[in-house]
């Protein structure tokens, strides 16, 4: 049996926390056990990673001390979130002056950073942890076909060297997942590209742009549902569809991986909380053989 | 002259002091290294959807030395770090770390959009993004999905990094 610390992240407690809940219960399916992270702070990805190298470090060099305390790996679901943690990680093991100066804030309070806990991503722990066979193996409902786009998210996938997720330019983990769930998976122009979704700060109406772009490119290839591993593109790609540059067409339901996973692997609705969806994805879930 | 030693010591320039400042920050090391190609302008997604914004253009401002034109602008922000271009490039040029480089440059000089500077106020206060969302809507739907409610943000630390990195709300 495996555990993890289980970073949720600022936003997903917040704006998405179905998809907190159904990671954790379909994970709990493969017998893999989630601890919350108590006292945590924010990994500090974005904003405080653009102003202060040193201070992102000890942002995220804390939440790693944490798990350490806790003696377990870290699971990520958002793609800031673990980019952050992975990129800091990367750069802590290998300058032992920034490790010194982290470590020296962090001693205060009687933690410390070694390098122990490595960080993963949701997907990595499907491929990695669970494997395909055994996902396969417990799929009691497939879905019949029915035709979905996987989006990845940025800073899931890239920099590959760093975060070791899945190929950047041609990811496979969700489409497979997809199929094994006995969904289509579709390919569409620009997949890899991003949601738009870092632009909204400083431009909404280029993110806009870029995310309905997206959306459009999805809809060429008569999709009918996009599938999701972070929680800020999930609610990009969901929101933009709102927004007046969305035209009349009909709304694509937008849904994170563990809540297409999950009916299929016979968990009720109401635990994946997919009632909270925006865009109400339950004539996918609803579509099995 | 060893033409193949020379090939391997070739340094593309122009490179200006502003080059070399950024060269020296966490993140710049590998901006000599850029050819001028114009892969990133051709793979970023930004630059399709706004004319204000060219990764190779911006690039370019700082190797020859554009200093204060380029810290004062809002260029640097305009890159979503998505490293689609990273992933193109063929000389290994990070960008998102170079461009993160200038910001933070930018910022000890006071040049920082007030989108950042507020979010980034708000973080280092209460420890994390989105405190002022977290209202008895988002509690109850946690509850009917059996998830801890008290969210349990800690921002002790924040507060002190505020101190010891930042003046004022400034980077330092």
């Given amino acids: ?48 990673e653009s102003v202060s190298h040193v201070a992102f470090m000890a942002m995220s060099g804390r939440i790693l001390a944490i798990a350490e305390q806790m003696g377990m790996d870290v699971l990520a679901i958002c793609g800031a979130c673990s980019g952050s943690l992975k990129m800091v990680k990367h750069e802590l093991d290998r300058d032992s002056e920034l490790r010194d100066e982290v470590n020296a804030i ?17 997907l990595q722990v499907f491929r990695e942890d669970i494997g395909y066979n055994a996902v396969e193996a417990a799929i009691i409902r497939p879905y019949n076909g029915i035709r979905l786009a996987a989006h990845y998210g940025c800073h899931v996938t890239r920099p590959p060297e760093i975060v070791q997720v899945d190929d950047p330019e041609n990811p496979t ?12 998976a579709v390919d569409y122009t620009g997949k890899t590209r991003c949601c738009g979704g870092p632009m909204l700060a ?13 959306i459009n490119n999805i809809r060429a290839e008569n999709v009918e549902g996009i599938v999701t591993a972070c929680v800020f593109c999930d609610i990009q790609l969901t929101q933009i569809q709102f927004g007046g540059d969305a035209g009349e067409a009909e709304k694509i339901p937008v849904i994170t991986l563990p809540q297409l996973l999950g009916p299929a692997l016979g968990i009720d609705f109401d635990t994946l909380g997919i009632s909270l969806t925006k865009i109400s994805p339950q004539k996918i879930l609803e579509a099995h053989q | 002259m060893d033409e193949t030693n020379e090939q391997v010591q070739l340094k593309h320039t122009p490179s200006s002091t502003f080059a070399k400042e950024i060269e020296q920050e966490p993140g710049g090391e590998g901006i000599m290294k850029c050819i001028q190609c ?16 060219r990764p190779r253009k911006l690039i370019q401002k700082i190797l ?17 770090t998505c490293r689609l ?88």
């Fill in chain 1, 106 to 122: 962090l001693e205060e309070e009687g933690l410390k950073y070694t390098g122990k806990s490595k960080v993963k991503h949701l």
């Fill in chain 2, 64 to 80: 020859l030395g554009k200093r204060e034109e380029v810290l004062n602008s809002e260029l640097p922000w305009l890159c979503m």
């Fill in chain 1, 173 to 184: 983990i969700i489409d497979r997942l997809i199929e094994i769930a006995g969904g289509t």
């Fill in chain 2, 85 to 172: 271009c990273e992933e193109r490039c063929q000389e290994d040029v990070d960008l998102a770390e170079i461009f993160h480089a200038v910001r933070e440059v930018a910022a000890r000089e006071g040049y920082i959009p007030s989108v950042f500077q507020n979010t980034i106020d708000k973080v280092l206060e209460d420890g994390w993004l989105l405190k002022d969302s977290y209202t008895d809507f988002e509690e109850d739907d946690r509850d009917d999905l059996g998830l801890e409610t008290d969210l349990g943000w800690n921002n002790e630390f924040t507060k002190k990094l505020k101190k010891r990195y930042f003046a004022g709300g400034d980077a330092k």
């Fill in chain 1, 1 to 48: 049996m495996k555990e993890f610390a289980y970073y949720t992240g600022c936003t997903t407690p917040v704006r998405l926390p179905g998809y907190e809940a159904a990671v954790k219960v379909v994970l709990e399916k493969f017998g893999i056990i989630l601890n919350p992270m108590k006292d945590v702070n924010c990994c500090g990805a974005q904003y405080v």
């Fill in chain 1, 202 to 214: 400083m431009d909404e109406e280029v993110a806009n742009k870029i995310g309905i772009d997206k």
């Fill in chain 2, 38 to 53: 114009g892969m990133c302008t051709a793979s970023c997604m930004v630059a399709r959807m706004t004319e204000r914004y």
